[in-house]
């Protein structure tokens, strides 16, 4: 038997942060099109169920209705499998599942754990408000099973993430739990339960800001229905895949400019970083070392410079300035007395007071970029 676990498609996502207007709408548009993707890749390997570990819209109140009729419709268009869906934090719409009536749509429910059954195979999820119900933990599913949960929220032992109720793992440990789909975080993890489970975010499907870096997709679970009850408890009845979907990544490239000061040369550098990139992702260049004072870092200008070969980049400047302070220590002007004041501040790090004096020394010369100004 074949499943699909997924989460965090956020389909109705505004995204105008970092996009324009008609970009924004692309996106969603592109967003939709990875789930229809990951669900014709479902038909195609004879994949009974797709679990949508939460967040399949973004917010109830930003939820557009020609995005919920296609992806209505993509799931009505596969009635030979069935759709798990678990509300997430994002999306509270419950009325999806009966707006045009999709048998094949099935939900949990949050007062208490609800099942599917398939076989030897039993899919259960439960739905939260702002905390996990002490009672969670008490879910103790046949051992003779392979047995999968499915929840939306924060991992404690993973990643902070405070807008999502916290999951405590250690407390489903020797559960006789197989394997925790979950959502939430939007990047791909996994790893051991115990030594019969594992637990799982198989993050989102497209990646929508500069926070959702690197490949995005689904996770393909491959099990064993008709293991022997050594092979359930070893761990060796289900087998995982991640599959990347995503029309476009997000790339966060970190390029070292230490001792380079010329326009052409900080060029130069940039596009060397980013020639193996697709001209169809999206880019932030994060420029980074040690450098002079005098350098002048125009990031504007740089971005500009490559904004067609790329559908979205932006450069941030994040070098450290090397000042040579004995340079100034008996400058008889307001420079000098600036950096003699910064420098007599005891609580405050070498590093910290490099990037003040850096910054003031700028504002004194009217030199500080939009980077610096934010």
């Known amino acids: 038997m074949k499943v699909i676990h997924c989460a965090d498609i956020h389909a109705d996502s505004k995204m105008d942060t970092h996009f324009t207007k008609e970009q924004a709408s692309q996106r969603r548009t592109e967003i939709v099109d990875a789930f229809a993707s990951m669900v014709a890749f479902a038909k195609q390997n004879d994949v009974r169920v797709i679990i949508i570990a939460g967040d399949l819209f973004d ?104 807008d999502a109720p916290v999951i405590s793992l250690p407390k489903f440990v020797n559960h006789n739990i197989d394997y925790i789909a ?81 326009y052409n040369g900080i060029m130069d550098k940039i596009k060397e970083a980013v020639s193996e990139i697709p001209a169809k992702d999206i880019v932030e260049v994060m420029l980074t070392g040690e450098i002079s004072e005098d350098a002048e870092i125009e990031t504007e200008s740089y971005k500009n410079a490559l904004a067609s070969e790329f559908y979205i980049i932006r450069v941030k400047n994040k070098t450290v300035a090397k000042i040579e302070y004995e340079k100034y220590q008996n400058d008889v002007s307001l420079k000098g007395e600036f950096i003699r004041l910064v420098n007599s501040q005891k609580d405050l790090s070498d590093e910290d007071k490099a990037e003040i004096i850096m910054t003031g020394i700028k504002a004194l010369a009217g030199r500080l970029n939009k980077d610096e100004i934010n």
């Not at 557009?64 to 499998?81: C, D, F, G, L, V």
């Not at 869906?85 to 949050?110: I, P, R």
């Open 182 to 262: 979950l959502g939430h975080i939007h990047s791909y993890k996994i790893d051991k339960l115990d030594k019969r489970g594992q637990w799982c975010y198989s993050g989102c499907l497209e990646g929508r800001g500069f926070d959702e870096c690197g490949e995005k997709g689904f996770v393909l679970l491959d099990i064993d229905e008709n293991a022997d009850t050594a092979k359930i408890e070893s761990g060796n009845a289900i087998k995982c895949e991640f599959h990347s979907v995503a029309k476009r990544t997000i790339h966060e490239i970190s390029v070292d400019i230490s001792g380079i000061q010329s």
């Open 59 to 162: 917010t109830k109140n930003g939820e557009q209705k020609t995005i919920k009729k296609r992806i209505s419709y993509i799931i009505s268009q596969a009635p030979q499998i069935d759709f798990l869906y678990l509300h997430g934090n994002h999306d509270e719409d419950v009325d999806f599942a009966s707006a045009d009536n999709l048998e094949n749509l099935k939900l949990f429910c949050k007062k208490e754990w609800k099942s599917y059954s398939y076989g030897n195979v039993e899919i259960y999820g439960r739905e939260f408000g702002d905390k996990v119900e002490a009672d969670t933990y008490n879910l103790n599913p046949d051992s003779k099973k392979i047995n999968i949960i499915t929840l939306h929220g924060q991992v404690a032992e993973y990643i902070a993430k405070k």
